[in-house]
């Protein structure tokens, strides 16, 4: 559990010092506070719990916002998307089964429709840390197939708009989905995988108001809003191809292994060419080498733990950012993992030659096998 809590932090913490890193970067003066309300059904995929899932959930966010007004890599290559930080608190289901599941998690909000639009359509991809559930437990808790640790990784995607009611004023809508998964870290874990409605209210300021006029009764103010300007044409890539060298670790529990602190280590070396359309689209193509010890009960030859595959996949990078969707099969026998794995990860690149990036490898479609933390270098690039 320990080192669960610790990946865990570890992750939300490099969220926070990027969020923090990129709101030095951009001085923006422009900040928005939202809340919202939310509420759906969900989509479970376990065995245990379709009775105390039947109520489906609510939940309150609140979120703290900066809206960049300079013109540099970030606001270019983003459409000047907003960025910060949010808490999330849920109500799932039972407590005495799920918890009372709470999130922090950094966030980037896209805007899809031409800045003056009175409605604009937006998309928010949010990642983090859940805490407060109560895990799988064997003898007090032995329903929750869906997870086995009080941490898990939060991910919520968010399309939805935004009318502007006046001058600070935003009515807020949408349709997301949150998931709740550590991975395999701990079993068991199904998985909480939420997907409804939300709606609220966002407050636009500038912090320059101070400065000129602090006034409760004064006419004379600054804009509370930054009137982002149409989108350029994505920039041309440094490079049009790439060869990226990739390796990662993880650790993983078995099923069987439920409630123990018993885990087993995997391994992932990935060779990828990348093809660069622009600074913000690509395509990938490679190949994988995996390790995973934790078929040693079933293969007691460590060289039958090996398993190649073939990927392709889709990139969508702004700033440093590289949000990756991959497809893969494998070339030698699946060991019970069904031919389809799929990678979907996030990368931070750390120069122009090395990145650092974190992932989570499936199995059976979208079931997951592990969570990968790894390194990459490109030592090819023309």
């Given amino acids: 559990m320990i080192r669960s809590m610790t990946r865990s932090f570890l992750l939300f913490f490099m969220i926070v010092l990027t969020v923090f890193s990129v709101v030095r970067a951009q001085e923006g003066r422009f900040k928005s506070i939202s809340i919202k309300g939310y509420s759906g059904a969900h989509l479970y995929s376990g065995q245990d719990l379709n009775e105390k899932v039947n109520y489906g959930y609510e939940a309150v966010d609140v979120r703290f916002a900066w809206h960049p007004s300079k013109v540099n890599r970030w606001s270019e290559d983003t459409g000047f998307a907003a960025y910060g930080f949010g808490f999330y608190s849920a109500s799932i289901g039972d407590p005495e089964v799920f918890g009372n599941p709470n999130a922090l998690y950094g966030f980037v909000n896209f805007f899809l429709s031409k800045p003056y639009r009175r409605n604009v359509l937006e998309i928010s991809p949010a990642l983090g840390l859940t805490y407060n559930l109560n895990p799988f437990n064997a003898d007090e808790n032995p329903l929750n197939d869906a997870i086995g640790a009080r941490f898990a990784v939060f991910f919520n995607l968010n399309f939805g708009g935004a009318y502007k009611l006046n001058r600070e004023l935003d009515l807020l809508y949408g349709v997301d989905f949150t998931h709740y998964s550590n991975g395999r870290s701990y079993t068991p874990n199904y998985g909480l995988n939420l997907f409804g409605f939300n709606i609220g209210m966002r407050y636009h300021f500038n912090q320059e108001q101070k400065a000129l006029d602090t006034d409760p009764y004064t006419t004379n103010v600054v804009s509370a809003r930054y009137l982002r300007p149409k989108r350029p044409p994505s920039a041309e890539a440094d490079q049009n191809n790439s060869i990226d060298l990739y390796l990662a670790v993880g650790s ?38 995996f390790y995973d010890n934790s078929l040693a009960e079933y293969y007691p030859d460590s060289a039958d733990r090996y398993l190649v595959g073939v990927h392709a996949g889709y990139d969508f990078m702004f700033w440093k950012f590289d949000i990756r969707v991959q497809l893969g099969t494998y070339l030698t026998n699946d ?48």
């Fill in 252 to 289: 993983v529990q078995n099923y069987e292994d439920q409630g123990t602190d018993l885990r087993y280590g995997t391994f992932s070396g990935v060779v990828d060419y990348r093809k660069y359309f622009n600074q913000m689209h690509g395509l990938t193509v490679g190949m994988d080498l």
């Fill in 335 to 382: 060991r019970g993992k069904d031919m389809l794995f799929i990678r979907p990860a996030l990368q931070y690149e750390i120069s122009k030659n090395f990145f650092a990036q974190v992932g989570l490898k499936t199995r059976n479609g979208p079931g997951a096998d592990w969570i990968e933390f790894g390194v990459g270098w490109k030592p090819f690039k023309w």
